[in-house]
């Protein structure tokens, strides 16, 4: 197959900025993978198991970055660390662009693990206020109803909290309860939320350790990387103030949901 050639990026300074970052991820796999992550298993049988079949006569040291580095290169027909050289910035003072903007490269493969496992748990905090929100809605709609002597305290069941729903076209369509299927989106945004658990169940979200100007910050940080706005340098401690964060306020709404509502969830 003939691929055309690439382009002069130096003057195409949006393409040059965005290929950067693409290599400065792939600069930082290659540095973790190569830290020797397979226990009992070879590099190449490990690559075998993630779907990578490596030459016979490649020497083991280099299974590691050989597919990463010549994957473009086999399907594409560009190998970045060609094609986006600091040589050929679009702009001086650029070279360490890719680095500065997705947090990642090959000099700080600690930082690009830190900063990844961040994102991944504000998402379970995400995740685990929508599992407790589909919760309240499917057993505590109206809230706690008739005397108080009467009320009963009710456990989630699992297929509740986890329901997988069914397709319907491009939708997808739950029972546990019904209104989830179009409340669900409205609820994914954190401030819309916060105000569905306040103002419909009467449950705050953030215990007093923690405050919304700090989750905003997370947030922020969160979007940075995410969205490869800029780099983002964080420490060990961040992340596990982070950790602690997190897991106070899911205790702090799972005890708000017993006291309040008398859902174990």
């Excluded at 992550?37 to 190449?44: E, S």
């Excluded at 005397?147 to 319907?168: G, I, K, L, N």
Aim: glycine fraction near 8%.
């Amino acid at each position: 197959m003939a691929y055309p050639a690439p382009p002069d990026l130096s003057r195409n300074p949006a393409l040059w900025l965005g290929l950067r970052q693409v290599e400065s991820l792939q600069d930082a796999l290659r540095c973790n993978l190569n830290r020797d992550p397979f226990r009992c298993q070879t590099a190449r049988q490990w690559l075998a198991s993630q779907g990578i079949m490596v030459e016979d006569d490649c020497p083991e040291p280099q299974l590691i970055t050989h597919p990463i580095t010549s994957g473009l290169e086999q399907r594409l027909g560009v190998r970045l660390d060609i094609l986006v050289r600091g040589s050929n910035a679009p702009a001086e003072g650029w070279t360490y662009a890719g680095e500065e903007r997705s947090g990642a490269g090959w000099r700080d493969p600690a930082n690009f693990l830190i900063t990844s496992a961040f994102v991944r748990l504000l998402g379970a905090w995400e995740q685990y206020e929508m599992d407790v929100l589909k919760a309240l809605f499917y057993y505590r709609p109206l809230g706690l109803l008739g005397d108080e002597a009467d009320q009963a305290v009710v456990r989630a069941e699992p297929d509740v909290v986890w329901e997988f729903p069914r397709s319907e076209g491009d939708k997808d369509v739950y029972s546990k309860p019904p209104v989830w299927t179009w409340l669900r989106k409205h609820a994914e945004n954190n401030v819309e939320r916060a105000k569905i658990f306040k103002n419909v169940f009467g449950i705050s979200t953030l215990p007093e350790g923690v405050t919304n100007k700090q989750r905003d910050e997370w947030y922020e940080k969160r979007n940075c990387v995410a969205h490869g706005r800029a780099g983002v340098k964080m420490t060990l401690r961040e992340y596990l103030d982070l950790e602690a964060g997190a897991v106070e306020a899911m205790l702090y709404v799972s005890r708000q949901c017993g006291e309040k509502l008398k859902l174990l969830v």
